[in-house]
């Protein structure tokens, strides 16, 4: 494969994900892609960061932008990212409502809708029902309806587990797209630099640890970042921070046995990311409030101001 600038034909630009909390966009961007760029868990607000997802083919290079999850904001971090979202939103070519196939389709996803309508100037976003694969019949069908009473786009099904419809939306999405050139090399699969993903990759081993005991207290600091190619080791050392003494005493758990957890499952993510074994040191602090203070949000990288 190697998509050039002389090909006239060739397509590019940006494609905008978007949706409620917890519909499928960081999954369905890993899926597209072939790799993880994004991290995924059951907590609602996985996201904070507006993450590039790159596809290159011989016809396109299409940019997926993963959003955090559109909702009502409770502190400083919350509309951070909302604004990262909204900034997503100006710079798209195409923009995608995800709605979760197993929920009722309700004011949140007409919300969502509505502001990429808006967005875009009136042109109407495409819909994705997402999850497909877990959802009923009946629950697609009560969908359909739903989506039927405010807008005529007919949705497509996706499954990201499954690779349902995804080749469906990748050659939509290309016909859709206008005559450009390649924005990014023709391997990168992300913007993002290491250290924002291996920060993110060890939040999510802590949300997927600790569940709802720790769920957006959690902020990561990566302190040191040595790649030693001789010795084929990576070494990073990381701060973990958490907004309370109860919360640091879940995260490290019994007699360590916690923060020991997150190390081994991060590593094997890390080690996969880097092409390297990895050396991981976590330790874990208490900074309180720190979601309510607008600079150490964009200290731990959320936020447009970042």
């Not at 993903?197 to 040595?226: C, Y």
């Not at 973990?240 to 640091?248: A, G, L, M, T």
């Amino acid at each position: 494969m190697n998509p050039s600038h002389d090909n006239k034909d060739f397509r590019s630009g940006f494609v905008t994900l978007a949706g409620r909390p917890n519909a499928g966009k960081s999954t369905l961007a890993n899926a597209l892609v072939g790799t993880k760029v994004a991290i995924t868990s059951a907590a609602p607000q996985t996201t904070r960061h507006r993450l590039r997802a790159i596809l290159t083919t011989d016809e396109a290079q299409i940019i997926f932008v993963d959003t955090p999850g559109l909702h009502r904001p409770k502190d400083a971090l919350g509309e951070e990212v909302n604004k990262s979202t909204y900034k997503a939103l100006e710079d798209t070519d195409i923009s995608v409502l995800l709605i979760d196939s197993t929920r009722p389709l309700g004011k949140g996803d007409i919300w969502v809708f509505d502001l990429l309508k808006e967005a875009a100037a009136g042109t109407e976003p495409l819909v994705l029902f997402t999850k497909t694969d877990i959802a009923t019949e009946e629950q697609i069908a009560e969908q359909r309806a739903a989506l039927a009473a405010f807008t005529e786009v007919e949705p497509l099904l996706i499954s990201a587990y499954e690779g349902l419809g995804t080749a469906e939306l990748v050659n939509k999405v290309t016909n859709l797209l206008p005559k450009g050139p390649l924005w990014f090399p023709a391997d990168a699969e992300t913007d993002q630099p290491f250290e924002t993903l291996i920060a993110e990759f060890i939040r999510e081993k802590i949300l997927r640890s600790t569940f709802d005991e720790v769920p957006h207290a959690i902020g990561i600091r990566i302190d040191e970042l040595e790649q030693d190619l001789k010795r084929d080791l990576t070494r990073i050392e990381a701060t973990i921070f958490v907004e309370r003494d109860s919360q640091k005493g879940i995260v490290i758990g019994k007699k360590g046995a916690g923060i020991k957890a997150i190390g081994v499952d991060a590593r094997k993510d890390l080690e996969l990311l880097l092409g390297t074994r990895v050396f991981l040191d976590l330790r874990v602090k208490v900074k309180k409030n720190w979601r309510k203070d607008a600079a150490q949000i964009r200290r731990f990288g959320y936020g447009e101001g970042s």
